[in-house]
């Protein structure tokens, strides 16, 4: 599929806005430092109007005033600390067009080539710390395709759809309520002082002496699930059980992970798995946080309570983890990191001797109705190795406009 480049700008707010340093949360600090790449695919119809360039550039260029540190770029504060720089500067938007339909993407999934010629690079911008960019790409068919790159360290997943959902109201001309405003201030994740660090933050991995752990090659797939075959995963924890979709997948594609790579029944096992602590944390973050307040957790077994566990108890393993992330746990990882005490994040279904694999986030989803995307991941050395979130790539947004 060859891509030519139409235009390619920088586009600043509409308004004035303010121009400071964004103090950054350890939780912003601990995520990986580049940018998550989104591909949003709207098959063909009648109603693209809003997709015209100069449209979703005057919309975006709005939206950009309440989330005005997007528009900044990565720097250092006087101490050399990391911090966004809020300069107006602007982000990126491309405008593109492809020399074939949408079918030529398949059941899309990710590749370097969909993040090579739909998503915009850091690199291709020549603009250094920018922090978002965007490329709307034409196909013949007519089609369209919106790739997104927005740095990790700027936003989570969450905070970027919300951003995203206020771009696309501004380009329809929404006149209904409007959507809440962004909560720009990450103190409210600072770490206290004294650090008090009660729990054992093995997610995150220790590194000393600037060790650095090789990437060790991985393969994504698309795992299709029917509803029956889910529906029978969460019925196959007994008479009177029921299991949630998210614990029901979870256990098994752990249990196939342990079985795939003939692990010893009494080698460890851990499950790796992302939370989000808005809710968790006492206050709650309000509505609207915007920046990063996901964080790694995960579940400990040995190998043959997963393989030849019952579902329900392997499920189990996974309640129990996720039952103890409260206020108390997220503060812990918030002192641990500015104390040094944890390190970059790992994810997956871990055992022995595995090394980290770095996440990517690859999804398709809606931009009018801000679907949302995410599983627990798996990676690691063996013969099944699943990258975090692209289960979610398999939901295509059946649900055209």
Known sequence: MAVEILESCMVTPSEATPKHGVWLSNLDL?????????VYIYRPSSGHASFSPDVLKAALSRALVPFYP?????????????????SGEGVLFVTARADSTLDVLGDFAPSEELRRTLVPSADASGVAGILAMFQVTFFKCGGVCLGAAIHHTAADGLAALDFVNAWAAITRGDVGVPAASPCLDRTLLRARSPPSVLFDHAEYSRRGG??????????????????NQIDALKGGAGEGKRLSTFKAVVAHVWRCAC???????????????????????????????????TFRASAATKVGEVASGPLDA????????TARLDDEYVRSLLDGAGG????AAQGGVGHAGDRPVGDKLAGAADLRRGLRLGAAGV???GMLDFTPYLIGIALTCQQYI
């Open 340 to 343: 040094g005490r944890v390190g």
């Open 70 to 86: 997007l528009a900044g770029r990565l720097a250092q504060d006087d101490a050399g600390r990391p911090e966004i720089s809020c």
């Open 30 to 38: 601990l995520v990986a430092r580049g940018h998550t790449p989104t």
């Open 314 to 321: 392997v499920a189990e393993k996974v309640t129990g983890a």
């Open 210 to 227: 600037g060790e650095t752990k090789p990437r060790v090659p991985f393969g994504s797939a698309i795992l299709p699930m029917s509803k």
């Open 379 to 381: 990676h690691g050395q």
């Open 259 to 293: 079985k795939a790579r003939g692990l010893a029944a009494t080698e460890d096992t851990r499950l790796y798995m992302t939370a989000d602590a808005r809710t968790r944390v006492h206050p709650p973050l309000p509505r609207g946080y915007f920046g990063n307040a």
